[in-house]
């Protein structure tokens, strides 16, 4: 199993930034395939920016070229850079991971293609 801890929410006015963090230990390998989404309240969750265990990186078209996905170079510690941000990218963000080595497409995979959750960290952008 994987565990995994968010952290770096906050709220931010309109053109701000902020790094989410996420650690994760347990079966983690550098390859892992990891993710990050949102759900904001009465939504659906929503998949922001994904690397596949190639290194592969895809977003979701509201959020390119504002956001970077990353990870360190153990594999253990997955970030997303937010800037530029918008009170649309308000909601908990989850960090996700999958157990083993896949690759993915150009898309954002869908919640089902990950096993593991963390608990969330709010982002709330004030206009």
């Known amino acids: 199993a994987i565990q995994l801890v968010e952290s770096g929410g906050g709220s931010v006015q309109t053109g701000g930034s902020l790094r989410l963090s996420c650690v994760a230990s347990?079966?983690?390998?550098?390859?892992?395939?990891m993710a990050w989404f949102r759900q904001a309240p009465g939504q659906e969750r929503e998949g922001v920016a994904a690397i596949d265990s190639d290194g592969l990186r895809s977003y979701r078209n509201s959020v390119q070229g504002r956001f970077t996905i990353s990870k360190d170079n153990t594999g253990n510690t997955l970030y997303l850079q937010m800037d530029n941000l918008k009170p649309e990218d308000t909601a908990m963000y989850y960090c996700?991971?999958?157990?083993?080595?896949?690759?993915?497409?150009?898309?954002?995979?869908?919640?089902?293609?990950?096993?593991?959750w963390g608990q969330g960290t709010q982002v709330t952008v004030s206009s």
């Open positions: 347990g079966d983690v390998s550098r390859n892992s395939p």
């Open positions: 996700t991971a999958r157990g083993g080595d896949s690759r993915h497409s150009g898309n954002v995979p869908p919640p089902s293609f990950y096993h593991y």
